[in-house]
């Protein structure tokens, strides 16, 4: 038996014993320490596990089937690292180490409440552990020695792809915590939000650093002038973002005016369940091959999950249902629940897509969800606009002063441009960022309301980058050039200077010289390039794409492929505002840890509320041992 | 609160309507040639096949033209675009509608056998080779 292998027994033993303590301290019995103790060394021995697997990569041990498929002898160090998580077992042994770290931070105060999170974030543990020693094994011998790998897939040897995965799952596992704290605490009529707030904002944050490197990834890599495909695999990190932020939003009204209880009980199981479906769908080839829904043993392990999951939250739900009484009042509320809602809706319009090719022999166009998401997107930032002034004093008359700007904004756009869609866009933007700056100047701005500005202004940047990007891109697919050869498209000319071939460590480069020209003026050369790599693999010949990018349009090339008579064939795309696609995007989830940082308010409110808690007889104990 | 629920409902309803009639126009099935070359004309459909050996024409300004098999039935498919894997013999999966005697594909998916298999394992199920 592999040394890994009982690194993850010894793993699933500290699990279960961590799970039983917790029902014992729960009955009364006085062993937090030793809870402590069996969640650090789950957490140890799933990390020694971790790295076994890792140094079997940099030994290159090819007998061990998983470094087999994913590596080879050329790989360069840092993609021989993130090999380790290019696969399933690999992923799900990062999704394992990264809950082994959030269980053992999470569980700070010393009550039933967290003993009870603790067990139900280890049962979740134990699932992704016994998939490990089962059919997911990462340790599986092959009865020969191969001299050399089947090699990583050419396309994740970017850092984008190196990076997306562990930015996917640390957003992916730290989803449990709210969900665990969610049952426990409702379980024991008690609040949730304080303990599991922080945690539902690092994994927002990372689930949107990893949706974003995707994305980036998608555009710098695949050569079709797009970031966001609508693909099975991309949707499915984007339907727990979506559950999530509306859940930071329901958290808001929870927190102030003790509203929306149930709203955001449902949004943290739902996310939770979003979660395990898309660690499922990606990790599982499921969509790409629908005929392997019933081959694959794990699929019914997931739906499993999520259905325990579902039902321990219901039943909670139904015997506490007295917890969730209390309703929130006023505008302002009324706008979070309406924002709710879009999240809403556009989660099920993602999911039903995603699902289709599951559930019925066919699937949906992109055009389904541009034909929803759309409207939806643009009635979430006119909503934007609203909300952030529905606190202020003459709330109408600043909303009409936004409508004025952004219809003035509108028109001036109109009469430059003449271009209607995109003339209302900029007016929704203006209205937007219009009701952002009056919402915010004049009040006090804490590390919190600092993130939401962020955040917000984000969104709007997005909105209009997403708009100019899809709406007005253009694409000139049928390029054909000879060396000397030059061609007009659009505004632009191209002119194929030549080719070099040069010999890489592992790979082979045919790189293309084209110079663009505007207005006879030289832009710039761009060097797209085919990289064949030199591997078994028969898709290891990948087009590299090139981009020049200016602050309101991006100019897009890419190499498909060179014949023996030297002459090549091109797609080119001029995308306009990308690069607020991606300044948004990064604002977001900036908005999303500023928001998250410790603040000192934070601290005097917890000793209130601890005295407070003290009176009503409930245990608090703050630092607990060898914690952060 | 009466109010609120009606216009929840109302936005619901809505919603609903201009989901589904956007699901029923964009909904793209996975039929076989011979179910296509029996109908004689289809639209927006996806189609599994291989390409026949020797049934390829190369034509000028990026088009190609090829049969696609289901061990059955043939049908003869145009396309235009790059398509750098290009290969006969492999599995495709041809994306547009029938008419005239012609699949017009708007999208090709080519699938090398092995590829496909470690494709499925890996993370990425964009294929760098045909696009709309």
Request: some cysteine; charged content about 15%.
């Amino acid at each position: 038996m592999d040394v890994g292998y009982l690194f993850l027994l010894a793993s699933m033993f500290s699990l279960i014993v961590s799970i039983i303590l917790d029902f014992e301290f729960i009955r009364g019995k006085k062993c937090w320490k030793e809870i402590k103790y069996a969640n650090l060394s789950f957490l140890v021995f799933t990390a020694l596990s971790f790295f076994t697997l890792l140094y079997y990569f940099l030994i290159r041990d090819f007998n061990v089937k998983y470094v087999f498929l994913y590596s080879d002898t050329h790989l360069p160090l840092v993609y021989t690292i993130s090999a380790v998580w290019a696969g399933r077992e690999g992923s799900l042994l990062l999704w394992l180490l990264y809950l082994g770290i959030f269980i053992l931070i999470s569980t700070r105060k010393r009550d039933r409440i967290s003993a009870f999170a603790n067990a139900i974030m280890c049962v979740v543990a134990v699932f992704f552990n016994f998939l490990l020693l089962t059919s997911s094994n990462p340790f599986v011998r092959l009865n020969f020695n191969p001299p050399e790998g089947w090699g990583l897939n050419p396309l994740l040897r970017t850092p984008e792809m190196a990076l997306h995965p562990p930015a996917i799952f640390l957003g992916y596992a730290g989803m449990t915590v709210p969900f665990a704290y969610a049952v426990a605490a409702t379980y024991y009529r008690e609040e949730w939000i304080e303990r599991a707030r922080n945690y539902l904002l690092v994994a927002w944050a990372f689930l949107g650093v990893g949706i974003l490197l995707g994305a980036w990834w998608a555009y710098k890599t695949l050569g079709w002038g797009g970031y966001w495909g609508w693909d099975p695999v991309e949707n499915s990190s984007l339907l727990p973002w979506l559950t999530a932020s509306a859940l930071l939003h329901g958290v808001l009204v929870e927190e102030r005016r003790g509203g929306l209880k149930l709203i955001n009980y449902i949004l943290a199981v739902v996310t939770f369940d979003l979660v395990i479906l898309a660690t499922f769908i990606t990790r599982s080839g499921i969509i790409n091959s629908v005929h392997a829904f019933a081959r694959n043993q794990e699929a019914y392990a997931y739906l499993l999950l999520i259905g325990l999951a579902s039902f321990v939250a219901f039943v909670v739900a139904v015997k506490r249902k007295d917890v969730f009484r209390g309703e929130a009042h006023g505008i302002r509320n009324r706008l979070i629940q309406a924002t709710i809602l879009i999240f809403s809706l556009a989660t099920v319009t993602v999911l039903i897509g995603t699902l289709t090719p599951l559930l019925m022999r066919a699937s949906v166009t992109k055009e389904f969800y541009r034909h929803i998401e759309i409207p939806l997107g643009t009635a979430l930032v006119v909503l934007l606009g609203i909300c952030v002034v529905a606190i202020k004093r003459d709330f109408s008359q600043r909303v009409l002063r936004s409508l004025a700007l952004g219809a003035g904004a509108g028109i001036v756009c109109f009469g430059l441009t003449r271009l209607a869609l995109a003339s209302l866009g900029v007016g929704i933007f203006v209205f937007s960022l219009s009701g952002i700056i009056q919402g915010y100047s004049g009040r006090k701005i804490d590390l919190r309301k600092a993130g939401a500005i962020a955040a917000h202004l984000g969104l709007i940047l997005l909105f209009i980058g997403v708009m100019g990007s899809w709406m007005y891109e253009s694409s000139y697919t049928h390029i054909n050039l000879g060396v000397g050869q030059s061609v007009k498209v659009g505004d632009y000319t191209l002119k194929l200077n030549g080719f070099n071939e040069v010999n890489g460590n592992g790979k082979f480069y045919v790189i293309a010289y084209v110079s663009v020209y505007r207005d006879g003026k030289l832009i710039g050369v761009m060097h797209p390039k085919l990289v064949i790599y030199n591997l078994m693999r028969s898709d290891r010949i990948v087009a590299s794409v090139d981009i020049i990018s200016m602050p309101f349009q991006d100019i897009y090339i890419a190499m498909g492929s060179v014949t023996e008579s030297g002459i090549a064939s091109f797609e080119f795309y001029i995308v306009p505002l990308v690069s607020f696609v991606w300044i948004g995007s990064l604002l977001i989830v900036a908005g999303g840890i500023l928001a998250a940082l410790p603040e000192k308010r934070e601290r005097a409110g917890k000793s209130i509320k601890a005295a407070k808690a003290g009176a009503t007889g409930v245990e608090y104990a703050e630092g607990e041992t060898g914690t952060v | 609160m009466k109010k609120v629920s009606i216009l929840v409902g109302v936005v619901v309803i809505v919603f609903g309507i201009a989901l589904a009639m956007s699901f029923k126009s964009e909904l793209c099935p996975y039929v076989t040639v011979s179910y296509v070359v029996s109908k004689g004309k289809v639209s927006n459909v996806q189609v599994n096949g291989t390409i026949v050996p020797g049934t390829t024409k190369v034509l000028p300004n990026n088009t190609l033209m090829f049969n696609l098999s289901d061990g059955k039935t043939q049908m003869r498919v145009i396309y235009h675009g790059i398509l750098s894997h290009y290969q006969e013999g492999i599995p495709a999966v041809v994306v547009g509608s029938y008419y005239d005697g012609l699949f017009h594909a708007k999208e090709v998916l080519l699938k090398c056998p092995s590829k496909y298999k470690v494709m499925e394992e890996n993370y990425s199920t964009k294929k760098v080779t045909g696009k709309v």
